[in-house]
């Protein structure tokens, strides 16, 4: 007898508690979605203090970029004999940076929906480890200076609507011998990448400037890049008002 109440009781307790938790269950569900839409939707708005602000201003992702070269090993028999002689290339690299994205000149526009001006910053940082071989490795190339003045100069005068003036042929061409510039140069990794001083650059430089009073900008191939705040401004909603 008592062991039949005792299993009515059990059952009847099971019954109770199973209702208990389903309606709980319920509440819950309903009160977290509630809570996770509004936590979701208040995190999400690019305004200070939120996880996605942190995140937006200084992106905490990784990236990376890698350069790789060729360096040609037969550049004095390249030179010597041109045409007869194929240019013999060796890739190095990669040579691996860290790029730190963030935000800079970042301003709250007062409209409605509030909208944020900013512009993207990148900052790259050399990883040795990463790494394979140093900045300081010499690469011997092609002298990408001496390969294009002669059309840089061609473009700038294009540019002003002007035929390119006999002289100034004759002044590059006293640059490119007073220089003894040659097709093949050999420079360090950070040189070609980066930008470095070049005699021949310089010369022509000059020689622009006083005739056209143009100022060519500095030479190297990604020389820009670091420290850079991009070629564009942006302006987005915040997800605010
Ligand atoms: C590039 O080639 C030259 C000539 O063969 C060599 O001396 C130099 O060490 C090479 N550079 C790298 C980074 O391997
Ligand atoms: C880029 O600039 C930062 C600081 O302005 C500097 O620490 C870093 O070495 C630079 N990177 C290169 C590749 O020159
Ligand atoms: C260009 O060079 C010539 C000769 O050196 C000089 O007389 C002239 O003033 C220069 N012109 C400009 C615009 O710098």
């Not at 009515?8 to 508690?17: E, N």
């Amino acid at each position: 007898m008592g062991k039949c109440c005792n299993a009515k009781c059990g059952l009847i307790a099971s019954v109770v508690v199973g209702g208990i938790l389903v309606i709980l269950g319920g509440i819950i569900n309903v009160v977290y979605l509630e809570l996770y839409n509004k936590i979701l939707i208040q995190e999400s708005v690019i305004a200070p203090g939120t996880t996605m602000y942190d995140n937006w201003i200084s992106v905490a992702t990784p990236t990376y970029i890698s350069y790789y070269l060729y360096n040609m090993t037969n550049s004095e028999e390249f030179l010597a004999r041109g045409p007869y002689v194929k240019p013999n290339l060796v890739e190095i690299g990669p040579y691996v940076f860290r790029e730190y994205l963030s935000k800079d000149t970042v301003d709250f526009l007062n409209t409605s929906p509030e909208q944020v001006y900013y512009r993207q910053k990148t900052t790259i940082v050399f990883q040795p480890e990463m790494s394979s071989g140093d900045l300081s490795d010499m690469v011997t190339t092609v002298n990408v200076i001496g390969a294009s003045m002669v059309s840089i100069v061609e473009y700038i005068f294009e540019q002003l609507g002007q035929p390119v003036d006999p002289n100034v042929y004759k002044l590059v061409n006293a640059a490119y011998i007073a220089t003894s510039t040659k097709l093949i140069f050999t420079r360090a990794v950070h040189d070609i990448l980066f930008g470095f001083q070049d005699n021949l650059f310089d010369a022509i430089k000059a020689v622009v400037l006083n005739r056209t009073g143009v100022e060519i900008q500095d030479f190297g191939l990604f020389s820009t890049y670091n420290d850079s705040r991009g070629w564009f401004d942006y302006q987005v909603y915040t997800g605010k008002g």
